[in-house]
T-cell receptor, first 113, second 114 residues
Framework: AQKVTQAQTEISVVEKEDVTLDCVYETRDTTYYLFWYKQPPSGELVFLIRRNSFDEQNEISGRYSWNFQKSTSSFNFTITASQVVDSAVYFCALSDTGNQFYFGTGTSLTVIP | DADVTQTPRNRITKTGKRIMLECSQTKGHDRMYWYRQDPGLGLQLIYYSFDVKDINKGEISDGYSVSRQAQAKFSLSLESAIPNQTALYFC?????????????FGPGTRLTVL
């Protein structure tokens, strides 16, 4: 069965600190996709990144970076020099070949000014 | 204009009432989904539809029904609302494929059942 675990329920950091959000997944599929979504206080879900199971190359986008490691079934998300606008709930998700999504329970990040 | 819209955005209703949440999309996607979000539980899939004639139950379909009136419209009904259906409901769409495309979410409907 597919499963996504985000063990960190809530994280608080002071502005400008770096923070890493953990995501561990379980799947028996060899082809799958991993996603991160951001849910700001306004409630909408914002797509951040997609990664397929055959591409373990890490990705950086501005202050955001993602570390995908199949050996540990992890897809961690790091925010460098955090800002107050980064305060949100972040969801990691897994998509299997049936195009169903499995979401983690989310990590609530608070950046303190 | 938003690609995925949900109406209403907020709704307060009473136990036992029938309520319908509507979702429309202009993305031309064939797949549509309904999720509910409860604090601390993430998003749980209620129903999904891969085309107009295809409806599938998700992990928490009890107490809900859906209708795919057209490729662009997917509605969720609560035949007899109960308080534990109070939640934030999201509609999502995706393009057909092998899970390679992200799901695009509507703005959500906040439902309160008293």
């Amino acid at each position: 069965a597919q499963k996504v675990t985000q063990a960190q329920t809530e994280i608080s950091v002071v502005e400008k600190e770096d923070v890493t959000l953990d995501c561990v997944y379980e799947t028996r599929d060899t082809t799958y996709y991993l996603f991160w979504y951001k849910q700001p206080p306004s409630g909408e879900l914002v797509f951040l990144i997609r990664r397929n199971s055959f591409d373990e190359q890490n990705e950086i986008s501005g202050r955001y970076s993602w570390n995908f490691q199949k050996s540990t079934s992890s897809f961690n998300f790091t925010i460098t020099a955090s800002q107050v606008v980064d305060s949100a709930v972040y969801f990691c998700a897994l998509s299997d070949t049936g195009n169903q999504f499995y979401f983690g329970t989310g990590t609530s990040l608070t950046v303190i000014p | 204009d938003a690609d995925v819209t949900q109406t209403p955005r907020n709704r307060i209703t009473k136990t036992g009432k029938r309520i319908m949440l509507e979702c429309s999309q202009t993305k031309g996607h064939d797949r549509m989904y309904w999720y509910r979000q409860d604090p601390g539980l993430g998003l749980q899939l209620i129903y999904y539809s891969f085309d107009v004639k295809d409806i599938n139950k998700g992990e928490i379909s009890d107490g809900y029904s859906v209708s795919r009136q057209a490729q662009a419209k997917f509605s969720l009904s609560l035949e007899s609302a109960i308080p534990n259906q109070t939640a934030l409901y999201f509609c999502a769409t995706s393009d057909s494929g092998q899970g390679s495309n992200e799901q695009f979410f509507g703005p959500g409907t906040r439902l309160t059942v008293l």
